[in-house]
């Protein structure tokens, strides 16, 4: 059974920082991209980090240069480290990932970041 458990949300004031992680579980994540989404109140959940299986990383203009994702393929782990948080930032974090080439969309229960003085 294919898992991807996130952790490291919280309350943070703004201007703060956090770092959240997620571990797959039941796959390699190597042959994987891997994404991080976000999802706030009424909102619809957009992409916020991406990196490819190859390394290759993009993100949107609302987060570049405060954003930055990473992998540990050794370790079956994506993170993502948020700097200078904003309280647009405030969302359900969800880490998502799909082979290359493949078709099959694998999500986490989200972590909730919540940016907030």
């Known amino acids: 059974q294919v898992q991807f458990v996130e952790s490291g949300g919280g309350l943070v004031q703004p201007g703060g920082s956090l770092r959240l992680s997620c571990v797959a579980s039941g796959i390699s994540t190597s042959t994987y991209h891997l994404d991080w989404y976000r999802q706030g109140p009424g909102k619809q959940r957009e992409l916020v980090a991406r990196i490819l299986w190859g390394g290759i990383t993009n993100y949107p203009d609302s987060v570049k240069g405060r954003f930055t994702i990473s992998r540990d393929d050794a370790k079956n782990t994506v993170n993502l480290q948020m700097n200078s948080l904003k309280p647009e930032d405030t969302a359900v974090y969800y880490c998502?990932?799909?082979?290359?080439?493949?078709?099959?969309?694998?999500w986490g229960q989200g972590t909730q970041v919540t940016v907030s003085s």
């Open positions: 998502h990932g799909r082979e290359a080439g493949g078709s099959v969309d694998y």
